[in-house]
């Protein structure tokens, strides 16, 4: 057994699997082919359906993933084979040339400016150019330059080598060579995504045309990083378009071209899109053509529904076959208008292509060289019970990789793949990280001195800002002992140089003027800690981003405010104190409310990674929800699904069942809670470190809808599923969907209703296949994989028929009336068995909301602290959440979220002790006067009131006092910011020390103006 | 200037004053010192400047302008809210500000005040501010005056006690303009704050009015019992008493009066946004206390701060006590009542103002 893990593919998938394992006590190696992580993710402008700018909320991730000392990335590599077994395993890598020595390139960006040789650019889909020695964007990781072999005029003719005469820190290396390099790895986590679908090969959706683009590229178009700033233009004449079409499914749901597969993603991405382009530009008319809309996760439907509303995008289901160009170049689409049947024709200005999801090429070629299987689809093959485990044991996979799923269902996976891994390894965990040792801070003289180091940053800064006159400036400033300039800041020789100027210069206080503190103060304050100086020393004051490269043009004005900048920086750092973390101790044990499928798998995860774990559940048994089933939709026997997992949770030592129980009390904070647990009428203690939230959800009674509950005729889907388990004497049996969901009332999908209603279909079908069985939908939701379920029910004869919302079908007797939207006429459906499909509804969530201090959704859902990236996080550190108690899921799905959030736990579990933010807030208890805003407005649950009685001359009052808790404290500052007494210090950005550096800024202002909303300070 | 020198230090103010019965606070000793040796005390800082003293002193020594000359130019112990009202109030004054609405030729203009900022900062005390001016303004067009509401800058109150005259000069500046040219020549303000600002800081030379004194026309009939707070800016800094007594008996509501009330009122605690504290805290809660005590379901008083200090100690996260009773704005209080205009009985006589 080895102590480490491979992680191939560097999209949010695999780095969200590398960070879980590195968090975990495990050396991960992070295998990317492209020169940057990032994967797709990095090339979109906003994600669903939260409009999130994707980069922003991205990048930390990358730059998490390049600071984090337990893992090791290897970018533009790419993996030949895996061979070995299950803790043994030896994976061969090939990392390719970059012709770039990526120890010494600091990624300044010279040569690429200077190179002469322009090809397409891949990040923004073809539609621009890059050189031929380039870094793929600007938050690319890492951050070093990679030359295109297949361009570069110095490899391919022999000729100019601009680049390594431009290189300051020497770092190309025209000489360089691929290298085969072999990894000794306990386990391995295939993320390898996936390739968007290439419309060329659809040749009448004419993808020759420029105004027909892929989705993607209409993403960079819209990316303020794009090729045209986020002007949606057309690439014929750059002109803004007025009408634009989104054609959906194009490379999915189409066997013709073998895709069997729905893509899970366009009708959402093509949504978001349409709604930021409106956004953009309120005068677009914009029109998707589709199948079916499959808005079926978490807040899509509202957002499909807003789509419409507010923004006006209209949706037609009909799909064009072609794209018609006509003698002047211009684009129409013809259709059928099902509410007439005419068949209609349009212009539009641009047609954006929803290309769907194909199977990347390298899982492919690496199922193939080390033996995985794939699927029918070309994705590695799992199964329902274990969604994220290969047909290799000790492989595992997550993403897209193992089937077309959107991000958060990604990440979920990607913890899960990781939590699997590290149960496999959890005797060897922590063996191959190592710890920095660093010098012991040297005792602080009173008055500050002050080092400044002004950086250039290759020409980034030094060709805009005068960087030897700002080091002058610098050594004018009050306490400044020492200031100088640099060529690269962030350089290892640089390190050397600051830390000499350190001990030289006795220097008590650092600034470095260079660029942001997000990608660069951890490697400063390391300088700063090996030069024996607290971390919380030093200052970065960014001339870069806030400066040079925003006022180019103004080389003189930039000066001045880089000028401004760094003297702020120099009057704040004056006032620094060192900080400490905390080191607090931990209760490594884990409690899981709830012990259905979700409960149970999270649980055993946790056990499989070596810690203790209670399952405290309400009923007399565990199970939940797939008790109540009859069938998988792989046709697996859930009773069967249910022993074995069962027999395994009996079985683990680690693991404790209560049944009839449920927890009454929690206090403490991440890593220390102490609970009350109620069972058999009897109240027990229970301390734990992490939590895990996994109560599920329950089936809707539709009480009085379609004549439930006064026709026995009528029963839920969950009830015919219970009917199906014994014989079945109906013969005509009618299902509707969307029963009480997707309506004013109940806003959101079901998810689950469309799979289930589809797998019993084929299911009475299979046992008789005389019976009729008729689907009453409204948009068959039969996302991903699923969509060869569907096409299955429809190749037995299952009968599906649309009907509208407005329109909605009517139970008389043993009748069912439907207005058929596609035919436009009204059909009589004489059923013996009406089968409602209803969605699930949140179960008694307020209990646990109110215990933990955790939001619930308007749906009464749990919600999670980030839709999209920690979609089974709280943002009380500490409480993780699984299954349908975070909204409506399939058993798949579930589990998946299950073994994440048993991931998520154990990045907490394996710590030996739980370490506070150094620069937290702190409370002034003489100032306070427990008003409790600090408490309502934080948003880690840090602040606490507690008695005390306050005496004042002749009134004596008893009121409360606030205290911060460290070790949840993130050092926001929104407490200190409320506070109206100002008892609240947010260390590190004190008022104090934002005052003194508003002053010094303020020193130098000889006036402000504003003109038409334009405010300028004239320094 | 104050006639502090008359002082002969016979103690009474610090035996009346609230700040003393909460901290070791002493009008006396803060003259004795700066006027006999000219020393600072940091009791010039504490002061609520709430004009119980004054009242008292037998030689009618004018503290309050002591207070305001001494804190001139110097820079204060601790204004409440990390100083942000000052802050805007600072901003503001160097900025261009609004030019007076020509499309109305009202001779009546109303000003809100501060409300905005105060909804803007202070969402926490679950007091919709705003409602203040539309209350205000439905109030005066149901008593057929359509006034122009002036969207001056701020009115300089809390900066000037806060010793920054200078800021003060240039709002007073910029809005003393701005009612030139409004043309206007009755200032209604529903704020005592602003009420006393514009009445004794600025010297417009137009006709001051406090909402209050227009209210008792409106001819309600409301079935109610209800108690009065007195902000020291309308009572003992105007003597305005009666005026916002009669806005509600005229209207059929009862009052039951604290223990101390109209000259005697307690202080709400916290003025002109300093000294949010312990001390400041003990006096809320010992006036809420007098309130609860009169068993009244409503606390009405006149002053935006009283408001939001009331009503923060209601909304506290974790009370200290429960205080079940509402804490309104006049205003806001009799506007309630007014239902949909037109559909309910109006006061049909205009006063004179």
Redesign the interface.
């Known amino acids: 057994m080895k102590g480490s893990v491979a992680v191939v593919g560097g999209g949010i998938a695999g780095i969200q699997a590398a960070l879980d394992l590195a968090d975990s006590g495990f050396k991960t190696y992070l295998i990317e082919s492209r020169p940057s992580i990032g994967g797709v993710m990095s090339q979109l402008d906003k994600t669903f359906p939260t409009n999130d700018c994707a980069m922003c909320i991205l990048s930390p991730k990358l730059v998490e993933t390049a600071r984090h000392p337990n893992i090791e990335l290897l970018g533009y590599s790419d993996v030949k084979s895996i061979t070995g077994k299950a803790g043994d395993f030896t994976v061969k890598v090939t990392k390719k040339a970059r012709y770039v020595d990526e120890t010494k390139c600091t990624g300044c960006g010279t040569c690429t400016e200077k190179c002469p040789s322009k090809v397409p650019d891949e990040y923004n889909a073809g539609m621009a150019k890059r050189k031929s020695i380039y870094i793929p964007f600007a938050q690319a990781i890492p951050r070093v330059a990679t030359i295109d072999s297949a361009h570069c005029l110095y490899l391919t003719k022999g000729k100019c080598g601009v680049c390594k005469k431009v290189c300051g820190p020497k770092a190309v290396d025209y000489e360089q060579k691929d290298k085969d390099i072999e990894l000794n790895v306990g386990s391995v986590v295939l993320a390898t995504g996936f390739k968007p679908f290439d419309p060329t090969s659809l040749k009448h959706y004419r993808f020759d045309h420029p105004d027909v683009i892929t989705s993607l590229q209409f993403e960079r178009l819209m990316s303020a990083s794009g090729p045209t700033q986020g002007h949606v233009t057309k690439q014929s004449d750059g002109k803004v378009p007025k009408n634009i079409a989104f054609i959906q499914c194009v490379g999915s749901r189409n066997p013709r071209i073998d895709r069997n597969h729905c893509s899970s993603v366009c009708c959402m991405y093509a949504t978001k899109e349409s709604i930021i382009a409106k956004e953009h530009d309120p005068e677009l008319n914009i029109t998707i053509f589709h199948i079916d809309i499959r808005a079926y996760g978490k807040n899509f439907e509202e957002f499909y529904n807003r789509a419409q509303r507010e923004y006006g995008i209209k949706y037609i289901n009909s799909r064009p076959p072609e794209v018609v160009v006509d003698a002047n170049n211009a684009l129409s689409l013809k259709y059928e208008d099902f509410n007439t049947g005419d068949l209609k024709s349009q212009n539009f200005d641009m047609v954006v292509l929803s290309i769907g999801l194909d199977p990347a090429d390298s899982t492919r070629s690496i199922a193939q060289s080390s033996g995985i299987a794939l699927d029918d689809f070309g994705n590695i093959a799992t199964s329902i019970e274990n969604p994220v485990e290969s047909s290799v044991a000790g492989i595992y996979v997550c993403g897209v990789a193992q089937g077309p799923k959107d991000i958060p269902d990604t990440v979920a996976q990607a913890s899960a793949a990781a939590s699997k891994a590290a149960a496999l390894l959890s005797g060897e965990r922590g063996t191959l990280i190592k710890e920095r040792e660093f010098p012991e801070e040297k005792k602080l003289s009173i008055e500050p001195r002050i080092g400044v180091f002004v950086c250039h940053c290759g020409i980034n800064i030094g060709s805009v800002v005068n960087v030897p006159d700002v080091v002058e400036y610098a050594k004018t400033l009050p306490g400044v002992t020492h200031a100088q300039e640099m060529l690269y800041a962030c350089s290892s020789d640089s390190q050397v140089t600051i830390k000499d100027a350190i001990t030289k210069n006795d220097l008590n206080r650092v600034v470095v003027a260079s660029c942001t503190p997000r990608t660069h103060e951890p490697l400063f304050q390391n300088t700063c800690k090996e030069a024996g100086l607290n971390p919380y020393l030093f200052e970065l004051a960014n001339i870069r981003e806030h400066c040079s490269w925003v006022h180019m043009k103004d080389k003189e004005k930039a000066t001045q405010k880089a000028k401004g900048i760094v003297s702020m920086a120099v009057a704040k750092s004056a006032l620094f104190q060192p900080l400490y973390k905390q080191k607090v101790s931990l209760i490594n044990r884990a409690i899981v409310l709830g012990g259905g499928v979700a409960g149970m798998t999270s649980a055993l995860d946790i056990a499989n990674n070596g810690y203790s774990v209670t399952i405290i559940e309400r009923e007399k048994e565990l199970g939940g929800m797939l008790r109540e089933m009859t069938e998988l939709y792989d046709g697996k026997k859930p009773a069967d699904v249910l022993k074995e997992i069962m027999g395994k949770v009996a079985e683990n030592k680690n693991i404790k069942v209560i049944n009839e129980a449920k927890l009454l009390k929690v206090e403490g904070y991440l890593g220390n809670f102490k609970g009350v647990v109620l069972a058999n009428g009897k109240e027990m203690p229970i301390d734990f470190g992490a939590a895990v939230v996994a109560t599920g959800a329950r089936n809707l009674e539709p009480s009085g809808l379609f004549n439930y509950g006064k026709d026995p005729g009528v029963v839920t889907q969950a009830q015919f599923e219970k009917m199906l388990g014994k014989s079945l004497s109906a013969n005509v049996i009618t299902m509707i969907q969307c029963v009480g969901a997707r309506n004013s009332e109940r806003e959101y999908c079901g998810r689950t209703c469309c799979v289930d209603a589809v797998k019993n279909a084929i299911r009475i079908k299979k046992a008789n296949s005389s019976a009729s069985v008729y689907v009453l939908y409204r948009d068959m939701r039969a996302y991903g994989v699923m969509e060869k379920l569907y096409g299955n029910a429809r190749d037995l004869g299952v009968i599906f028929i649309k009907y509208e919302a407005e329109n909605p079908p009517k139970v008389e007797g043993k009748s069912v009336l439907v207005h058929d939207s596609m035919l436009n006429e009204d059909i009589e459906i004489a059923s013996d068995l009406v089968v409602l499909s209803t969605p699930l509804i949140a179960g008694e969530n307020e209990e646990i909301n109110q215990l933990f201090k955790i939001p619930l959704d308007k749906n009464k859902f749990f919600l999670e602290a980030h839709p999209k990236l920690r979609p089974v996080d709280f943002a009380t550190d500490g409480v993780f959440l699984c299954g349908s108690a975070q909204a409506p899921k399939l058993i798949d799905e579930a589990i998946s979220q299950a073994s994440a959030a048993a991931s998520r736990a154990c990045t907490i579990l394996s710590r030996k002790f739980i370490e506070t933010e150094g620069a937290v807030s702190v409370v002034n208890e003489?100032?306070c006067?427990?008003?409790?805003?600090c408490?309502?407005?934080c948003p880690y649950n840090a602040p606490s009131?507690y008695d005390v009685t306050?005496k004042?001359?002749?009134?004596t009052?008893?009121?409360?006092k606030s205290k911060i808790n460290a070790a949840s404290c993130k050092g926001c500052g929104s407490c200190a910011?409320?506070?109206?007494?100002?008892a609240i210090t947010a260390q590190h950005f004190s008022?104090k020390e934002i005052g003194e550096a508003m002053d010094a800024f303020q020193k130098g202002v000889k006036g402000?103006s504003?003109d038409k909303g334009v405010v300028e300070v004239m320094v | 200037m104050s006639n502090v020198q008359s002082c002969y230090q016979c103690g009474k103010c610090t035996s009346i004053c609230p700040m003393r019965r909460v901290s070791k606070t002493s009008p006396r000793s803060s003259i004795y010192n700066a006027n006999v040796y000219g020393l600072e005390t940091k009791d010039i800082w504490t002061c609520l400047t709430c004009g119980l003293c004054p009242q008292e002193c037998p030689q009618q020594v004018d503290f309050l302008s002591f207070i305001r000359e001494e804190r001139q130019g110097k820079q204060p112990l601790d204004i409440a809210h990390l100083g942000v009202f000052t802050e805007l109030a600072d901003l503001s004054s160097k900025l261009n500000g609004n030019i007076a609405d020509k499309t109305t030729d009202s001779k009546i203009g109303f000003f809100p005040g501060c409300v905005d900022s105060l909804d803007l900062f202070l969402h926490d005390v679950k007091t919709n501010f705003g409602e203040i001016t539309t209350s205000s303004v439905k109030l005066l067009d149901t008593l057929g005056m359509k006034p122009q509401v002036l969207t001056m800058k701020c009115c300089g109150h809390d900066v000037l006690w806060q010793g920054k005259k200078d800021i003060f000069d240039d709002l007073k500046a910029h809005n003393k303009k701005y009612i030139q040219e409004s043309g206007i020549d009755t200032l209604v303000t529903s704020c005592a704050e602003c009420y006393r600002t514009f009445s004794k800081d600025y010297d417009l030379g137009i006709k001051v009015v406090h909402i209050s004194e227009l209210l008792d026309k409106l001819g309600l009939k409301i079935n109610a019992d209800v108690t009065f707070h007195d902000p020291c800016r309308l009572g003992r800094h105007m003597g305005m008493y009666d005026a916002p007594r009669k806005a509600l008996t005229a209207n059929g509501v009862t009052i039951r009066e604290m223990e101390h009330s109209k000259e005697n009122a307690l202080c709400c605690g916290v003025s002109n946004f300093m000294n949010c504290n312990e001390q400041t805290k003990a006096l809320r809660i010992a006036r809420m206390d007098e309130a609860r005590a009169t068993g009244a379901k409503t606390l009405i008083t006149t002053c935006s701060k009283c408001l939001a200090h009331f009503n923060c100690l209601k909304t506290e996260k974790d009370a200290v006590k429960s205080y079940d009773f509402d804490v309104v704005d006049l205003s806001v209080f009799l506007a309630r009542q007014l239902g949909e205009p037109g559909k309910k009985e109006q006061g049909s006589a205009k006063p004179e103002v």
């Not at chain 1, 006067?929 to 805003?933: E, K, L, P």
């Not at chain 1, 004042?952 to 009134?955: A, D, G, I, K, P």
């Not at chain 1, 009052?957 to 409360?960: E, H, I, N, S």
């Open positions: 003489a100032k006067i427990g008003c409790g805003t408490v309502t407005v009131l306050v004042v001359e002749e009134v009052y008893t009121t409360k910011a409320a506070c109206p007494a100002g008022s402000i504003i």
